[in-house]
């Protein structure tokens, strides 16, 4: 069964660098048919899509987080990876990674599998 | 910015009895192509990941009991449980996948009265 797994610092000081990686096993990255994703949910509030890869590289992000995220994949490693510019305690929040299929070749972006979650804490 | 709108922030059904859970969105999820309602729900447990329940706004997900059910029109969705378990109780979302960003309502915590 697949499984994923986040990993990285419970623990960003402000206007640094957030950085997750989330591990997949029981499958593969390199699947054609499914697109891989984070996903957080700060304290007290709504779940919030950050963004998603596919596994030659091609990224959906959000907007709103566009100007600070980057989204890498290392298939040899299958793993996949985000990174966030200039945290702030708005960033605190417990960070999931996620999948999402392809249906007739179009990205759905439905989260059928997710990991346990991560919790990032921001603070000096 | 599609805004999703989950009506009940708690409710509380005595077990066995039916549990509707609802979602409005704040503009239509119905694709007029595809004729599909490009809406999720899913089931968060305390300690756990979310679970996927239902897609395509009627469509339950392989595994899931066939107590929890869907339904909806283009902006007003429900989640029905026939006959509420003890294992029910958690936290439900809907989500939608319509339009970037894809965003989720803010959840219904669901109790055993």
């Known amino acids: 069964q697949l499984q994923l797994r986040e990993s990285g610092p419970g623990l960003v000081k402000p206007s640094e660098t957030l950085s997750l990686m989330c591990t997949v096993s029981a499958g593969s990255l390199r699947s054609d048919s499914h697109y891989w994703a984070w996903i957080r949910q700060p304290p007290g509030k709504r779940l919030e899509w950050i963004g998603s890869i596919y596994h030659t590289g091609r990224t959906f992000n959000n907007p709103s987080l566009q100007s600070r995220m980057t989204l890498s994949v290392d298939t040899s490693k299958n793993q996949f990876s985000l990174r966030l510019r200039s945290v702030t305690a708005a960033d605190a929040a417990v960070y999931y990674c996620a999948r999402h299929p392809l249906e007739e070749l179009l990205e759905t972006f439905y989260f059928d599998s997710w990991g346990q979650g991560t919790l990032v804490t921001v603070s000096s | 910015d599609i805004v999703m709108t989950q009506s009940q922030d708690s409710l509380a059904v005595s077990l066995g009895e039916k549990a509707t859970v609802n979602c409005r969105s704040s503009q239509s999820l119905l694709n007029s192509s595809d004729k599909k309602r490009y809406l999720a729900w899913y089931q968060h447990k305390a300690g756990q990941p979310p679970k996927l329940l239902i897609y395509?706004?009627?469509t339950r997900k392989p595994g899931v009991p066939d107590r929890f059910s869907g339904a909806g029109s283009g902006t007003d969705f429900t989640l029905t449980i026939s006959s509420l378990q003890a294992e029910d109780v958690a936290v439900y979302y809907c989500q939608q996948y319509s339009s970037t960003p894809y965003t989720f309502g803010q959840g219904t915590r669901l109790e055993i009265k």
């Open positions: 395509w706004a009627v």
